[in-house]
């Protein structure tokens, strides 16, 4: 029997046994787990949900049940090679923040939490990123975007940026 | 106003301030090695008891009391948790100090473990923050490099691991056993108390849940000592003896409709409208405020003519708010419809639900639904009824729910409906002067999309 080509590199798979030492149980590096391939994969499928939970002595069903509670994991397919996230908490929506959301997703022709069709941007509505001093803002990546005009926002999501860690 | 020289955040606008030199250069971990050379665990914990140090995370509680809870000659281990997974709308003090000044907060977390015992402290961080992520490794490391992290401190016996914890975008993951949960691989769904964490808390051991500025607070008791903590902020009430005062500086975040928002440092029991007038420049575009969230938008809200309230850890309560939670002040001035404030806050708590207790899943969603009726003008006025009926029967005060968060959804719906019922009433009629005052019970209405 040809064995199914696994989703999760070595390297991986050596990222989250390096932290398995700060925990007493592996379960605790379910978060961990997810965020390490996430950065790679920029998204977790069904299968990489079985392989971690094969790394952690776990049930699929126990990896899966994180994962879909904090839907920040993408399952079906990559996020874009930007994600932004586009606060629409008070601060913000006080200085335009739901605006904001609405004409980037307009000008880039998708729905809030679409990725662009060549697959370099998402855009998700966010709860408070905790820059409210700076509203309305934008975090794309790792880089904060501050004080965001529509246009402004605009221009700054096309650039390409570093991958999220 | 008093001028008041920053103390927490002093290394803000410094170069290279976040770095062990600058930290050192500005008298950082030689109280540390004061304290473990000179004291035992049980005199940090005097010291910070007897500081009147309340937790800076939002519920107030005595920092040093939550210590004594923790079982005696445990044998461990003993965790702490510190809390940076700052999530309260309006919220940002946490992510400056991480940023600007990570070796205060790291100071603070040994001299916390070594109170509590604690040989491994897990730092929670919301994932929101790269930079703080990057700041606080780079302190981490340098701390270990220094001889203050690792085995068997500076000769001491005493040994300390910290590690960061990156969250996954959820709100709930702030309150404390949430976290725990979360922490722990699984869902975020807070535990029903008791036991409480310092009992029964991450891996099912004696935990300490702390916030970052309480961690930074305690750095500077221990730098600066019991009395100078006294001497800032309100005293306790002599006539209430239920009332530990509200000592030491805060850390106000000031946001929306002023000139200037920002992280200010300022005595507790400084007044909304100094902090706004003295600080942020007034509100913005030369307007009047109509309202303002005195501490992060589950606390509810002020109304113009109650601005002058000190914002103490007693002052937001003696006008209905719920109190001074985060002390994150947003202002929203008088051009701005209290119906779009209503709106955008039913829609955080209903999104950040973490949906284990029946009335706040459905209470919060409903109330959502409701405010989306309103907004789409057919909105009746029983509607502020059954909002205010679901704020008056959700969350843990009423006894109906696991976490604060269902009152923290309440606080807003209760304050804006009290304090701004004309308004909402003026709305509904102008935009269903024919159904405005309809009775029945309406089928209901399907989530408006963004488009
Ligand atoms: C829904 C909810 C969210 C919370 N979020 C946070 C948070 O982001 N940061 C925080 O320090 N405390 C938060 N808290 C309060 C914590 O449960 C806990 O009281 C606090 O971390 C204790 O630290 P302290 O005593 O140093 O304030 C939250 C509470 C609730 C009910
Ligand atoms: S009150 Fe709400 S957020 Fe808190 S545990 Fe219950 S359902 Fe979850
Ligand atoms: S409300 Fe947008 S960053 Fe806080």
């Known amino acids: 029997m040809i064995s199914k080509p696994k989703i999760l590199s070595d390297e991986m798979v050596a990222k989250i046994e390096a932290l398995a030492p700060r925990y007493p149980n592996r379960r605790a590096l379910t978060l961990p787990a997810l965020h390490i391939v996430n950065a790679e994969l920029r998204h977790v499928p069904l299968e990489a949900v079985v392989e971690i939970a094969e790394v952690l002595g776990l049930a699929p069903a126990e990896v899966q049940d994180t994962l879909t509670f904090y839907q920040f994991f993408h399952q079906e397919k990559p996020h874009g090679k930007v994600r932004a996230f586009v606060c629409r908490s008070v601060s913000c929506a006080l200085r335009g923040g739901d605006h904001l959301l609405e004409h980037l997703c307009h000008a880039h022709g998708i729905q809030p939490y679409g990725t662009t069709p060549d697959g370099e941007l998402t855009i998700e509505p966010a709860e408070c990123l905790g820059a409210c001093d700076f509203a309305p803002c934008i975090l794309a990546n790792d880089d904060l975007l501050e004080n965001m005009t529509p246009e402004a926002a605009e221009a700054e999501l096309k650039k390409p940026r570093a991958r999220a860690t | ?451």
């Open chain 2, 1 to 451: 106003m008093k001028p008041f020289k920053p103390v927490l955040l002093e290394a803000v606008g410094v170069p290279d301030g976040h770095t062990i030199a600058s930290y050192k250069s500005r008298g950082g971990y030689a109280p540390l090695e004061k304290v473990l050379a000179e004291k035992q665990p049980a005199d940090v914990v005097e010291m910070v008891k007897s500081s009147g140090l309340r937790g800076r995370g939002g519920a107030g509680f005595s920092t040093g009391l939550k210590w004594t809870f923790l079982p005696k000659d445990h044998p461990g281990p003993i965790y702490l948790c510190v809390n940076a997974d700052e999530s309260e709308p309006g919220t940002f003090n946490n992510r400056i100090l991480m940023e600007d000044d990570p070796h205060q907060v790291i100071e603070g977390i040994i001299l916390s473990s070594y109170a509590t015992r604690a040989s491994t402290a897990y730092i929670y961080l919301r994932y929101e923050y790269p930079r703080s992520w990057h700041r606080l490794q780079g302190a981490i490391d340098e701390a270990y490099a220094a001889g203050y992290l690792g085995k068997n401190i500076r000769g001491s016996n005493f040994s300390l691991d910290i590690y960061l914890h990156r969250g996954a975008a959820a709100y709930i993951c702030g309150e404390e056993t949430g976290l725990i949960e979360s922490l722990e691989g699984k869902r975020a769904w807070p535990r029903i108390k008791p036991p409480f964490p310092a009992i029964e808390g991450l891996f099912r051991k004696p935990t300490v849940v702390n916030n970052v500025e309480t961690m930074a607070c305690v750095a500077q008791i221990a730098r600066r000592g019991v009395e100078w903590f006294k001497s800032i902020g309100v005293p306790a009430d002599p006539n209430n003896p239920r009332d530990p005062g509200s000592y030491g500086p805060k850390l106000y975040c000031l946001s929306g409709h002023v000139e200037k928002p920002g992280c200010y440092e300022a005595p507790l029991g400084i007044t909304a409208r100094e902090l706004i007038d003295g600080f942020g420049g007034g509100v913005w575009k030369g307007r009047k405020a109509k309202a303002v969230i005195p501490g992060g938008i589950s606390m509810g809200l002020m109304t113009e003519s109650e601005l002058d309230t000190p914002l103490d850890f007693a002052g937001p309560g003696k006008v209905g708010c719920l109190g001074l939670g985060t002390a994150a002040v947003v202002v929203i001035d008088d051009h701005t419809s209290i119906v779009d404030f209503l709106h955008n806050s039913c829609r955080f708590f209903a999104h950040e639900s973490c949906g284990q207790c029946t009335p706040c899943r459905e209470g919060t969603s409903w109330s959502l639904r409701m405010l989306e009726r309103i907004k789409a003008g057919k909105g009746r006025l029983k509607d502020l009824d059954i909002l205010l009926e679901i704020g008056q029967t959700m969350g843990m005060m009423p006894g109906s729910t696991i976490c604060g968060l269902a009152d923290g959804a309440a606080w807003p719906i209760k304050n804006a409906i009290k304090k701004f019922r004309g308004e909402f009433e003026d709305y509904i009629r102008r935009t269903n002067p024919s159904g405005w005052m309809v009775t029945d019970p309406v089928p209901a209405l399907q989530i408006v999309g963004a488009h």
